[in-house]
């Protein structure tokens, strides 16, 4: 054994005697969750809740490390180069695995080689929201306010050649009329222009929207996915509104590890996060965030994202976004 795949060894024990055994020694490298966002926002802060939880049942150092920009690029490839020991965990969002391999023509990372699914922690929907000074209160009276003057139409989302930006272009078809689809830097900018008026709507995770929603500064019309979601259960899917194809698999924040990381501390990683997420103060904390608790196991991951991608190649090459960016 050389000396890399030697200390390699040695780092992976350490950790697997955090997960079996007393509090980490002092000498031990801090645990590190890292995000590809800001601080602040729903990945953020559901890092940061599963960092004080594995503290406790891993005893040991756990850091939550923020590596915003670059479609979270810049965060996968820290994770990427970082030893395989189980010390370094990626939490990133669906588009990384589903649709980004489809979109961009070249990737700096292989969705299929470089990383090993650990654990899906929470799903959510997409929701299309107005401000509430908007003369539209549903999603009908929206339809009909799009159709009467085309061409105003503009729908706010984050980023191009997300899920968000084919449900813009869904929307358009279902409509009957041009929408058009435009790219904000965060969620926050987006929800500015939709309380400002300058904007008709803007569709994101629901997650950054509930405390404005809750608070009537605006108005949610509608949400993907294949039933309604409890954290707003009594706005009606885009499927009840006669609006197909957004009934797809939510978004969703799951946990990676780099690739060559031993399979049991992969199990074990598992566990204490599943562990984590079954909490149900935890619970409590991600529903004011608008997460849904997923969980599941590294091979239920790993069926998670081949089944969406299954969903999402089609739907790509169909909408001529194959390798626009």
């Known amino acids: 054994m050389n000396r890399k795949h030697l200390l390699t060894a040695f780092a992976a024990a350490a950790l697997l005697g955090a997960l079996t055994s007393g509090p980490a020694q002092a000498q031990e490298p801090p645990m590190k969750l890292v995000i590809g966002f800001p601080p602040g926002g729903a990945v953020d802060n559901l890092a940061r809740s599963l960092a004080e939880k594995l503290?406790?049942?891993?005893?040991?150092?756990?850091?939550?490390?923020?590596?915003?920009?670059?479609?979270?690029?810049?965060?996968?490839?820290?994770?990427?180069?970082?030893?395989?020991?189980?010390?370094?965990?990626?939490?990133?969002?669906?588009?990384?695995?589903?649709?980004?391999?489809?979109?961009?023509?070249?990737?700096?990372?292989?969705?299929?080689?470089?990383?090993?699914?650990?654990?899906?922690?929470?799903?959510?929907?997409?929701?299309?929201?107005?401000?509430?000074?908007?003369?539209?209160?549903?999603?009908?009276?929206?339809?009909?306010?799009?159709?009467?003057?085309?061409?105003?139409a503009s729908v706010g989302m984050p980023g191009s050649?997300?899920?968000?930006?084919?449900?813009?272009?869904?929307?358009?078809?279902?409509?009957?009329?041009?929408?058009?689809?435009?790219?904000?830097?965060?969620?926050?900018?987006?929800?500015?222009?939709?309380?400002?008026?300058?904007?008709?709507?803007?569709?994101?995770?629901?997650?950054s929207k509930l405390e404005l929603f809750r608070g009537g500064k605006i108005r949610i019309l509608a949400v993907t996915g294949a039933k309604r979601t409890p954290l707003a259960p009594d706005v009606p899917t885009f499927g009840e509104l006669g609006v197909r194809g957004l009934d797809y698999p939510s978004g969703w924040y799951g946990a990676f590890v780099p690739a060559r990381t031993p399979a049991d501390v992969v199990a074990r990683l598992s566990r204490a996060l599943n562990d984590a997420m079954a909490d149900p103060a935890l619970r409590k904390q991600l529903d004011n965030f608008g997460l849904e608790v997923a969980g599941g196991t590294p091979a239920e991951l790993a069926a998670t994202i081949a089944s969406d991608q299954k969903f999402w190649k089609p739907v790509i090459e169909a909408a001529g976004m194959a390798g626009s960016q």
């Open 55 to 152: 503290r406790t049942s891993l005893g040991t150092t756990v850091l939550v490390e923020n590596r915003p920009g670059g479609n979270t690029f810049i965060a996968m490839d820290a994770v990427k180069k970082a030893p395989p020991d189980g010390r370094t965990v990626l939490i990133n969002f669906s588009n990384a695995w589903t649709i980004y391999p489809y979109t961009f023509k070249t990737l700096p990372y292989d969705a299929a080689q470089d990383f090993v699914p650990v654990a899906n922690l929470v799903k959510f929907p997409l929701a299309l929201s107005a401000g509430a000074n908007q003369p539209y209160r549903n999603f009908d009276e929206y339809r009909k306010w799009v159709t009467a003057a085309p061409g105003r």
């Open 161 to 207: 050649g997300t899920s968000a930006n084919f449900a813009v272009l869904q929307m358009g078809k279902a409509i009957g009329t041009d929408i058009t689809a435009v790219a904000y830097k965060g969620g926050a900018l987006i929800l500015a222009d939709e309380m400002g008026g300058h904007i008709g709507a803007g569709i994101d995770s629901i997650g």
